[in-house]
């Protein structure tokens, strides 16, 4: 068998004369009768290969016999390609391979799809997926998730940080999420959990005396499935002792300043900036601002208070809000432009939307003419920075509302007004989230999750008298509006854990029940400590440009969590069932 001696896409000019071997799959052939032309394609690139009857015969009768996606081991001589015949769009486009010696590998079917097709249906590609990983788009993101990784982990390593593993087989941790569930054959009725996250192992790590814990960790959460979101993703997840918020941003920030390095070549900007999450919503109405462009958010409600428009004295009456934004250059919006915006703000839950066109001569069309005086007018112009010929748009409503509706008109105003530079990236912390926010029974829940530590002693003191308004030590990374990531600095006193988990409706027994290993692991001896985790797989997707998550994951679950290429979630043998204590009650027709 020929043995590899060069990648096919690294021969160069200065191969010409040199003997070499390629092994690889054949991208295209061309059948000239007397010479034939291979294109080789390997994981470093491809070259031309070029196979003549009448001084390699042997060679020509086997590439006669090869197709599309044929593994084949070629030998021969490197050549510069004939004056005229280069080809610069190719790293080896100078030189040809002129073989002598040929040999099938393997063959292969008639590839699922041809290789250079962009339109290929999403389905097809993920049940041959092995055979789509082979494309130099996929095989480029392959390459860029392990570039990005390893430099994440090398700095991790340079910053003194262990990488430990935790188990997968655990018992359910709260991320906000339900769990997948795996039966445990030898405990009848027993169940492990997979982990939604390392949280508790982080934490008890640190108990352990570990101090600067990470891990590339594999999570799993069974959501509801949002588009683009996976039943299992990957986490760099880590965890400090000893340490304070702001060791956690610079640590991160250098983190990731390395894997933009690695991934794009682009040398970040630290320290990042930071809003507070109070700042972020009333600026930006988002928790993960893009901060690529302005627009931002005013509050009108001063101004506004003595109207007599309904809606505006119901939101503020009812305790609400009412802000808008200015969109330069829209004043000339026709009716139905308006009315797709009104239609993107109900969509979010707004009851309508106000609008306010500026003519050049400084007039108003609005919504709410008689509602408005010039004076008015003129007032909400200086409050959002608008001038002539721009369109302000106002939402009145209970305040998250409001901050939702004009994030999102925000966005894709920006989006179709050309504001938002493509090739920026604007990172940004967000902190001081509130402890809790209300579900919908009205009860408390972490708004990150029940193990982050209470801001200030007053916030401390807040638990029992005001619960809503504890502000905690969490964070969020953002970057172009995506969140990257959340962490925060942990509670390390037992009966403060209790106190929080009784606030969101674990009594104290239920609570050693559930979290007992944890409870005593902070007792004995837990210093102080706090961590985030960041997602891998956003990342990669942002770095490598991909429109989907799943174009940067190997094998990726489809919509609703299936795997078209294992056909699975897929039903287990009578006897596995029975061998797991376990009965299948399907839910019946319809439900
Ligand atoms: N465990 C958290 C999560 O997965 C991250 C953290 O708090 O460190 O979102």
Redesign the pocket.
């Known amino acids: 068998m020929l043995k590899r001696t060069h990648g096919a896409g690294t021969l160069r000019a200065s191969h010409a004369g040199d003997t070499v071997t390629v092994c690889g799959w054949v991208r295209r052939r061309r059948d000239q009768g007397g010479v034939i032309f291979i294109d080789l394609w390997d994981r470093s690139g491809l070259v031309q290969t070029v196979f003549d009857s009448s001084d390699a015969a042997a060679a020509h009768a086997v590439a006669d016999q090869c197709r599309g996606e044929f593994v084949v081991a070629l030998r021969g001589v490197v050549r510069p390609r004939p004056a005229g015949t280069e080809n610069p769009r190719l790293d080896t486009g100078a030189v040809e391979l002129r073989v002598s010696e040929a040999e099938i590998l393997n063959p292969s079917r008639t590839p699922p799809f041809l290789l250079t097709d962009e339109q290929v249906s999403e389905e097809i590609r993920l049940l041959h997926r092995y055979v789509d990983l082979r494309r130099p788009k996929m095989q480029a993101n392959l390459a860029l998730r392990h570039r990005v990784v390893k430099a994440c982990r090398d700095t991790l390593d340079a910053e003194g940080f262990w990488e430990v593993e935790t188990p997968c087989l655990i018992r359910s941790t709260p991320?906000g999420a339900r769990d997948y569930v795996v039966p445990a054959r030898v405990s009848p009725g027993g169940f492990y959990a997979l982990p939604?996250?390392?949280?508790l192992f982080?934490q008890m790590l640190q108990v352990s005396g570990v101090e600067r814990y990470f891990q590339i960790a594999r999570?799993f959460r069974d959501e509801a499935s949002r588009a683009d979101r996976q039943p299992e993703f990957t986490?760099i997840?880590l965890?400090m002792s000893f340490i304070s918020q702001d060791d956690v941003f610079a640590v991160v920030e250098r983190v990731v300043a390395a894997m933009w390095q690695a991934g794009t070549g682009t040398a970040l900007a630290t320290p990042f900036p930071r809003l507070s999450h109070e700042e972020a919503l009333a600026r930006f109405g988002s928790d993960k601002p893009d901060m690529r462009f302005g627009m931002e958010l005013q509050d009108l409600g001063d101004l506004l208070a003595g109207s007599e428009l309904r809606v505006f004295q119901n939101a503020l009456a009812s305790g609400g809000a009412i802000r808008g934004i200015a969109a330069p250059g829209c004043a000339g919006y026709s009716r139905k432009q308006i009315d797709e915006l009104t239609e993107l703000a109900k969509r979010f839950g707004a009851g309508g939307l106000v609008s306010i066109l500026l003519d050049g001569e400084g007039g108003f069309r609005s919504s709410i003419q008689r509602y408005l005086t010039p004076e008015q007018v003129k007032e909400l112009q200086e409050r959002l920075g608008a001038g002539p010929g721009d369109l302000i748009l106002i939402v009145a409503d209970r305040a998250a509302v409001v901050s939702e509706a004009l994030n999102r008109l925000r966005l894709h105003l920006g989006q179709v007004l050309g504001l938002i530079p493509e090739n920026d990236w604007k990172f940004v912390w967000v902190l001081d989230f509130p402890l809790f926010e209300k579900d919908e029974k009205g009860g408390l829940t972490p708004s990150?999750?029940p193990?982050?530590h209470p801001k200030t002693a007053e916030d401390v003191a807040l638990l029992d008298s005001d619960p809503e308004a504890v502000i905690a030590s969490v964070y969020d990374l953002a970057v172009n509006g995506v969140e990257l990531?959340?962490?925060?600095i942990r509670v390390h006193d037992p009966e403060l854990q209790i106190k929080i988990l009784e606030k969101i409706g674990i009594p104290r027994e239920a609570a050693w029940e559930r979290f007992g290993f944890l409870l005593n692991a902070l007792s004995y001896g837990a210093p102080p400590h706090g961590?985030?985790?960041l997602g891998v797989d956003r990342i990669a997707q942002l770095l490598a440009r991909e429109a989907t998550i799943r174009d940067v994951i190997a094998f990726p679950k489809a919509a609703s969590g299936y795997d078209p290429m294992l056909d699975c979630p897929a039903p287990i043998e009578p006897e596995q069932l029975a061998e797991l204590h376990l009965a299948v009650v399907l839910p019946a027709e319809g439900e």
């Open positions: 991320e939604q996250s390392p949280q982080k999570c986490q997840d965890e990150h999750h193990f982050s990531g959340s962490g925060s961590g985030i985790a």
